[in-house]
């Protein structure tokens, strides 16, 4: 199979590169620039364009059989009315430039694999969420449900989609342990706020498992929750890091203190979702790191 991937330079593509070189796949990474080097692995090309601008990038879409839409700004930073801006525009516009490359009733189809976010569910305290819970009403949810949408378009072309609700990605190379960890180590780490909110995750392995599994499933489509089965609630989550690092987890970083810092994206940090993927388990998914303290342990383990 013949799989491009916008986004594919980043912490999950370059996972998601190398499982799909193992399966025997050929891999095609958009980059903005091929200055530089990018490795001799004959199964990988790469294609120059910027995906949030309409290009000659687009014509190669339709020589492949699957695309893997990743791009999009981080949205771990204080969102300023400047960065909420680019959080929407990379990602809508980005997904509605690969919708219009893709040819009407191809042959074989495409399958487009569009990146969303467990946040498209907002804030729901306790309560268990699966993929056909509505949606929120929060600037991410908000943003999510746009986005997806667009992405929801290429159906109209004959296309199969999956909109893959991705947790907190859980991996050595980035991700949000990649700014926790440094706390951990210099003895400051907790719990944020009560502690209480849930936290959906997943381990960047499992992940890469997740998209090779619905490669060779093309009978699921629409949303699938692409996190672990068992989401912890946020002091949990750092008792774990501290217990993987043998250190200390006691310093709570204070509600007010984490708005400040942060603003609206705060409340990201500060409410969180209790995520279920449903879709994978139901149909035969099996998770290598379903549990936090075994998933931590195979990161950061000394």
């Known amino acids: 199979m013949k799989i491009l991937i916008t986004g594919g330079t980043g912490f999950v593509g370059t996972e998601l590169t190398s499982r799909f070189v193992r399966d025997g796949h050929e891999v095609t990474i958009m980059t903005r620039s091929l ?10 090309s790469y294609l120059e364009g910027d995906p949030t601008k309409k290009g000659p990038w687009q014509e190669a879409i339709k020589n492949h059989d699957a695309i893997i839409n990743l791009a999009g700004a981080s949205i771990f930073s204080k969102w300023t009315d400047e960065h909420k801006k680019a959080i929407r525009e990379s990602r809508v516009s980005t997904t509605q430039n690969i919708v219009e490359g893709i040819p009407s009733d191809s042959s074989p189809k495409i399958t487009l694999f569009s990146a969303s976010a467990v946040g498209y569910y907002g804030f729901c305290g306790d309560e268990e969420l699966v993929e056909d819970s509505p949606p929120g009403n929060d600037f991410l949810a908000r943003i999510a449900k746009e986005w997806e949408g667009e992405a929801l378009k290429a159906r109209n072309k004959g296309a199969e989609v999956v909109i893959a609700r991705f947790g907190i990605v859980m991996g050595e190379k980035g991700g949000a342990l990649s700014q ?3 706390l951990f180590k210099k003895y400051i780490g907790g719990p944020i706020g009560s502690g209480k909110q849930w936290v959906s995750w997943i381990h960047i392995t499992d992940l890469a498992e997740v998209f090779a599994f619905l490669i060779k499933h093309p009978g699921i ?3 699938v929750n692409v996190c672990s089965p068992n989401p912890v609630r946020n002091r949990d989550l750092a008792k774990a890091i501290a217990k993987a690092l043998h250190r200390p987890s006691f310093i709570p970083a204070p509600g007010f203190m984490v708005k400040w810092v942060l603003g609206e ?3 990201v940090i500060l409410e969180g979702q209790r995520v279920i993927p449903r879709r994978l388990l139901e149909n035969g998914f099996v998770f290598q790191y379903a549990d936090i303290n075994k998933a ?7």
């Open 35 to 44: 200055k530089g080097p990018k490795g001799s692995s004959p199964e990988i």
């Open 180 to 182: 926790m960890i440094p």
């Open 265 to 267: 994206f705060g409340s």
């Open 221 to 223: 489509s629409g949303p």
């Open 296 to 302: 931590l342990q195979s990161i950061v383990g000394q």
